[in-house]
């Protein structure tokens, strides 16, 4: 269970052992174990229902609870920070993130996020995800471009999370990997949950938290190796789940990096051509529209500097697909 401000979780038999600031302080939640050991201090974790000392050792199977107070100078307060607005409506709005942009608020991102830029834009917003993520759908990553629904009311928020959930949504990426891809098409099966050896990241294990997680693919176009890099596949992939960093995860798995990625790529600044984010942009959302029924279509170019990278590498372009074509050709009269 978590929501704003609190998560809970199960010890693992993998974690058993650590300390238990140690092992709060590698969550995703928290941003270091002094940032843990003053949570538990404050008495706002409790083992089995019991506030504990920080020095505790954690057992497996003990329930760990943590309430993560904002900070007391923390207002949810609209900001003038510009959005790329594609579509919109008294239901919803379609926008195009940029690079950099955090979605909601969380703990080391209490302003500049896409929330306050809404508050800004908008006067009512859905509040069914709680009353830090108003218009809320579905999420990106901050580093992630691309495009993004937002309700404006409660009725479209339910109706278009619900869309997701059936997979009603289509949603596609495009990502540039590491290596050679040689089929044209490919599934990843792999199950998602945070890494044992570092509980900041996602990793396919095989356990009992772990959630089923599919991404397919197609590959658009390749490129011939060079003197630093071991070529490169331009891939557009569809989520039939959402899981966090699922495509970046699963892309690793297979050992086909995203260019870029600072957490799940190789980190070699000559192969990834000095890009320091993932090279991962959501460019295709087709819908139907939550009140009217109206099916939908969006499609978004490439960012500057990914359109850059790629322009940088065409000299080595082994030819694009057909599924290449097809999506370059889409995006021929997309906006930016």
């Known amino acids: 269970m978590s929501g704003p401000g609190y998560f809970e979780f199960t010890v693992?038999?993998?974690?058993?052992?650590?300390?238990?600031?140690?092992?709060?302080?590698?969550?995703?939640?928290?941003v270091s174990r002094t940032a843990a050991a003053r949570l538990i201090d404050a008495g706002l974790v409790r083992v089995n229902g019991e506030p504990v000392s920080k020095r505790h050792v954690v057992r497996a199977g003990e329930q760990v609870a943590v309430e993560i107070p904002p900070p007391?100078?923390?207002?949810?307060?609209?900001?003038?920070?510009p959005l790329d607005i594609r579509f919109e409506d008294d239901d919803m709005i379609v926008l195009s993130k940029q690079a950099g942009l955090v979605v909601h608020p969380a703990q080391g991102n209490w302003s500049g996020t896409l929330v306050h830029a809404l508050l800004a834009h908008a006067r009512d917003l859905g509040t069914l995800q709680g009353?830090?993520?108003?218009?809320?759908?579905?999420r990106l990553d901050k580093d992630t471009t691309g495009l993004m629904m937002v309700a404006k009311n409660d009725r479209a928020q339910a109706a278009l999370s619900e869309a997701i959930k059936i997979r009603a949504i289509d949603r596609r990426y495009l990502a540039l990997v590491h290596g050679y891809i040689a089929p044209d098409t490919g599934l990843i099966d792999a199950p998602l949950g945070r890494d044992p050896r570092d509980r900041k990241k996602m990793a396919v294990v095989e356990s009992a938290s772990a959630r089923q997680s599919v991404t397919t693919f197609r590959v658009l176009e390749r490129f011939m190796a060079g003197t630093h890099d071991d070529g490169y596949t331009l891939v557009e992939c569809k989520l039939y789940t959402g899981r966090t960093h699922q495509i970046r995860v699963h892309m690793a798995y297979i050992d086909h990096a995203v260019v870029?990625?600072?957490?799940?790529?190789?980190?070699?600044i000559k192969a990834d051509r000095g890009l320091t984010r993932q090279f991962l942009h959501a460019y295709r959302l087709e819908l139907d529209h939550p009140r009217t029924g109206e099916h939908l279509?969006?499609?978004?170019?490439?960012?500057?500097?990914?359109?850059?990278?790629?322009?940088?590498?065409?000299?080595?372009?082994?030819?694009?697909t057909e599924g290449g074509d097809e999506v370059f050709g889409m995006l021929e009269g997309a906006g930016r």
């Not at 009353?131 to 579905?138: A, N, Q």
């Not at 870029?260 to 070699?268: A, C, H, I, S, V």
């Open 12 to 30: 693992r038999g993998d974690d058993a052992g650590q300390r238990l600031d140690t092992l709060l302080g590698q969550s995703e939640q928290l």
């Open 72 to 81: 007391e100078e923390y207002d949810l307060e609209p900001e003038d920070i």
């Open 131 to 138: 009353e830090d993520r108003p218009g809320i759908v579905h």
């Open 260 to 268: 870029g990625d600072q957490t799940y790529g190789q980190r070699k």
């Open 297 to 320: 279509a969006f499609a978004d170019a490439l960012p500057a500097d990914l359109a850059r990278l790629l322009r940088e590498i065409e000299p080595d372009s082994m030819g694009r």
